[in-house]
T-cell receptor, first 115, second 116 residues
Framework: KAGVTQTPRYLIKTRGQQVTLSCSPISGHRSVSWYQQTPGQGLQFLFEYFSETQRNKGNFPGRFSGRQFSNSRSEMNVSTLELGDSALYLC??????????????FGPGTRLTVT | AQKITQTQPGMFVQEKEAVTLDCTYDTSDPSYGLFWYKQPSSGEMIFLIYQGSYDQQNATEGRYSLNFQKARKSANLVISASQLGDSAMYFCAMREGDNYGQNFVFGPGTRLSVLP
């Protein structure tokens, strides 16, 4: 099975711009979660999508949004970029079935630099 | 309050020796899952091992084992026979409840360096 893929791998943007990151989960996985990783804050949960619905959300401003398509692929969007948004953005997929704990499988991440 | 605590920012271990990475957690939910992930310098998170709160036995996966002490709320990762390739950041994570609406919470991580 192919792993989780994320595109692009690296991105440089300017303050005020917006950016869209893409994630393709492992085939058959219906849950996709997004995380922001920075040296100062560590790994922070952004949101989780399951069957095209956001079912969990972290404590991030509304500039951060996401969506999931019918094929489980997911995108996250950050509008009006700030310098502090520079981070490694990780996507993770899991089977996501209710009532069962499933491990998450992570993609390689997208490293976003805001200048 | 911190839900996951990893008190060792950095650890050194000699190649071929065993090492224990500490993790304590905080939850009032009787149902939860504990996970360990490895993050090499390449950045990708690699799933290592899982322990459920109702599991009677400690989880093992090859050279990895989880020392689960429920009453103490600790879930330490033991790596036996360390290899140079084990040098990485290690994260302990927890997911609470048996409902779908609970997200993963990660600890701050421990950087393990294996010395030749």
């Amino acid at each position: 099975k192919a792993g989780v893929t994320q595109t692009p791998r690296y991105l440089i943007k300017t303050r005020g711009q917006q950016v869209t990151l893409s994630c393709s989960p492992i085939s058959g996985h219906r849950s996709v979660s997004w995380y922001q990783q920075t040296p100062g804050q560590g790994l922070q949960f952004l949101f989780e999508y399951f069957s095209e619905t956001q079912r969990n959300k972290g404590n991030f401003p509304g500039r951060f949004s996401g969506r999931q398509f019918s094929n489980s692929r997911s995108e996250m969007n950050v509008s009006t970029l700030e310098l502090g948004d520079s981070a490694l953005y990780l996507c993770a997929s899991s089977e996501g079935a209710q009532g069962v704990f499933h491990e998450q499988y992570f993609g390689p991440g997208t490293r976003l630099t805001v200048t | 309050a911190q839900k996951i605590t990893q008190t060792q920012p950095g650890m050194f271990v000699q190649e071929k020796e065993a090492v224990t990475l500490d993790c304590t957690y905080d939850t009032s939910d009787p149902s939860y899952g504990l996970f360990w992930y490895k993050q090499p310098s390449s950045g990708e998170m690699i799933f290592l091992i899982y322990q459920g709160s109702y599991d009677q036995q400690n989880a093992t996966e090859g050279r990895y084992s989880l020392n689960f002490q429920k009453a103490r709320k600790s879930a330490n990762l033991v790596i036996s026979a360390s290899q140079l390739g084990d040098s990485a950041m290690y994260f302990c994570a927890m997911r609470e409840g048996d409902n779908y609406g609970q997200n993963f919470v990660f600890g701050p991580g421990t950087r393990l360096s294996v010395l030749p």
